[in-house]
């Protein structure tokens, strides 16, 4: 199983970009899914988390800007920012619990480079 994630990018302060990633690989099924942010010298840090039922969590940092989604038909989750400040540059990585044949883990995306800056 291997999460990949896209979208990210240069914008500039108080724009908009969608962060999406997908699970592939065979035999699967997905839990909670998340997308985390991580800065040089710091560690990660959570920023939206969605169940497998939908319900979704943002700390105060992301809330009101940011929404998670996910497409269970498609194995996608998906990250719209919107509001975007300097502060928000990071790269960013999907998570997923997924169980397969003989596990159940969490896996992580390769992460994708989100910079806001003017």
């Not at 960013?92 to 806001?116: K, M």
Request: charged share 15%; hydrophobic share 30%.
């Amino acid at each position: 199983v291997q999460l990949q994630a896209s979208g990210g990018g240069l914008v500039q302060p108080g724009g908009s970009l969608r962060l999406s990633c997908v699970a592939s690989g065979s035999a699967f099924s997905i839990g909670a899914m998340r997308w985390y942010r991580q800065t040089p010298g710091k560690q990660r840090v959570l920023v939206a988390g969605i169940t497998s039922g939908g319900t979704t969590t943002y700390p105060n940092s992301v809330k009101g800007r940011f929404t998670i989604s996910r497409d269970n038909a498609k194995n996608m989750v998906y990250l719209q920012m919107n509001s975007l400040k300097p502060e928000d540059t990071a790269v960013y990585y999907c998570n997923a619990d997924i169980r397969s044949v003989g596990s159940f883990r969490d896996y992580w995306g390769q992460g994708t480079q989100v910079t806001v800056s003017s």
